[in-house]
C-alpha cells in the first residue's frame, strides 16, 4: 500500500452535455488517480470522452458533478487567481499541433507566449531566452526560432508543443493523442522525448490514445473507456498479458503484431452498433457488441470491482 498522495485524483467525475434538450454522457463517473512521476494511459475510441475527461480535469470545462484533487487539494471549485495559478501547473498538449500552433507566430514567439502573457519574467527578453533553452530540451535546434510552424515537419512542431506546455514548469501534463497525427517513425522519437522529460523533470502524465500499442511503454497505468466509463483499469502489463473485459479483448487483438508467427491470432472484429452516448440505457455500454452479453447486461448496471491487485473490471459476466 502507498501512502504517497496521488497528484491527480478524480472521484465520481461526469460531464454530461446538453444537446438538443437531452444529455450526452460524455464522461461518466470516473475514478481515477495519477501518482507523481507516473503515466495514466487513458485508451478508448473516438467519442467515448477522453478528451472531455482530459479538459475537465484541466478545469478548461467544467464537471457536471463530482470532484477533482490535485496533490490532495480539492480544486473542483476553484476560480479567479486560485484557478489560474493551479492552471499554470497543469497543461495539455495536443494531437494536431498544426491546428494549435498560431501560424502568424515564430516558433520562439510561440514558446515563448506564455511566458510572457504570465508576466513570469520582468522582460520579454528573458522569456526568449527561456524559450531557447527550452528549445534546447526538446530537442529543437535554435536554428528555428525564427521560422513559422508551417516551414517545419509534424515531428518537430510536436516538440514546439512539447515545449510550450513545458513553459510555465507545471508538473502534470495532459498529452492528448500526442502522435496520432506523426509518421510511426517520428512517433517513438517524440514518445521518447516525452519518456526523457518525465524522468529528468519528474513529470506526471495522463496520455489519451485511440491506440493501444502506442501506450503499453509510456504507461504505468492503463485505462479503457467505453461511452463515457471506465471498463476496465490496470497497470500496464498486467493489461496486456491478462485483459479481462471483452472490449479491451478486442482492442487488444487488432493490434498488428510485428512477429510473424504471432501473425495468425484471430482479429475480433467489434460487430453492433455502439449505444448512443445520448441518454444511455442503465445496463452494460458494450453490451449491444459484446459476443458474450446476456440478457442481463443490457439492464443491470454494472461495476467497476476489483478483481485483484488492482486491476478492476466492469464486466456482469465475470461474476
Ligand atoms: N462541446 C460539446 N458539446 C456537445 N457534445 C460534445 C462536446 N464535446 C464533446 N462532445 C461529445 O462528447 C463525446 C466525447 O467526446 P470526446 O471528444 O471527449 O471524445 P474522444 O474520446 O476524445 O474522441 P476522439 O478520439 O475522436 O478525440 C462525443 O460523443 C462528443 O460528440
Ligand atoms: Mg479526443
Known amino acids: 500500500m502507498t501512502t504517497q498522495t496521488p497528484l491527480v485524483k478524480t472521484t465520481g ?3 454530461y452535455f446538453n444537446v438538443s434538450k437531452k444529455l450526452l454522457h460524455a464522461v461518466d463517473d470516473i475514478d481515477l488517480e495519477i501518482f507523481p512521476g507516473k503515466t495514466l494511459g487513458v485508451v478508448g475510441e473516438s467519442g467515448c470522452g477522453k478528451s472531455t475527461l482530459g479538459r475537465v480535469i484541466l478545469r478548461l470545462l ?5 470532484d477533482i484533487f490535485y496533490d490532495g487539494e480539492n480544486i473542483t471549485k476553484y476560480r479567479g ?14 494531437q494536431d499541433p498544426y491546428s494549435s500552433l498560431n501560424p502568424r507566430m515564430s516558433v520562439a514567439e510561440i514558446i515563448a507566449e506564455y511566458m510572457i502573457v504570465n508576466h513570469v519574467y520582468k522582460r520579454k527578453t528573458e522569456a526568449f531566452s ?5 528549445m534546447d530540451l526538446v530537442g529543437l535546434a535554435r536554428r528555428y526560432a525564427n521560422l513559422y510552424p508551417h516551414e517545419l515537419d509534424g515531428g518537430r512542431r510536436q516538440r514546439i508543443g512539447v515545449a510550450r ?4 514548469n507545471p508538473s502534470f501534463i495532459v498529452c492528448d493523442e500526442p502522435v496520432s497525427a506523426l509518421d510511426v517513425s517520428i512517433q517513438a522519437q517524440i514518445l521518447n522525448l516525452l519518456m526523457d522529460l518525465q524522468e529528468n523533470i519528474g513529470l506526471t502524465y495522463m496520455f489519451i490514445t485511440h491506440d493501444l500499442s502506442v501506450v503499453r511503454h509510456i504507461s504505468d497505468d492503463i485505462m479503457v473507456m467505453y461511452l463515457g466509463q471506465c471498463v476496465e483499469r490496470a497497470r500496464a502489463d498486467e493489461l496486456f498479458d491478462n485483459p479481462l473485459h471483452p472490449y479491451t479483448k478486442a482492442l487488444l487483438s487488432a ?3 510485428p512477429d510473424i508467427d504471432a501473425r495468425n491470432k484471430e482479429i475480433q472484429i467489434i460487430r453492433g452498433e455502439v449505444t448512443s452516448p445520448i441518454n444511455p440505457p442503465a445496463g452494460c455500454r458494450f453490451a449491444p457488441r459484446c459476443e458474450s452479453a446476456t440478457e442481463k447486461c443490457a439492464t443491470e448496471a454494472v461495476e467497476l470491482v476489483d478483481r485483484g491487485e488492482g486491476h478492476f473490471v466492469a464486466c456482469a459476466k465475470m461474476d
Do not use: D, V
Open 13 to 15: 467525475l461526469k460531464k
Open 62 to 66: 467544467e464537471p457536471t458533478s463530482g
Open 81 to 94: 487567481s486560485r484557478l489560474k495559478e493551479i492552471r499554470a501547473q497543469m497543461q495539455i498538449i495536443f
Open 130 to 134: 527561456q524559450a531557447a533553452k527550452l
Open 165 to 168: 506546455a513545458l513553459s510555465l
Open 255 to 257: 493490434i498488428p503484431e
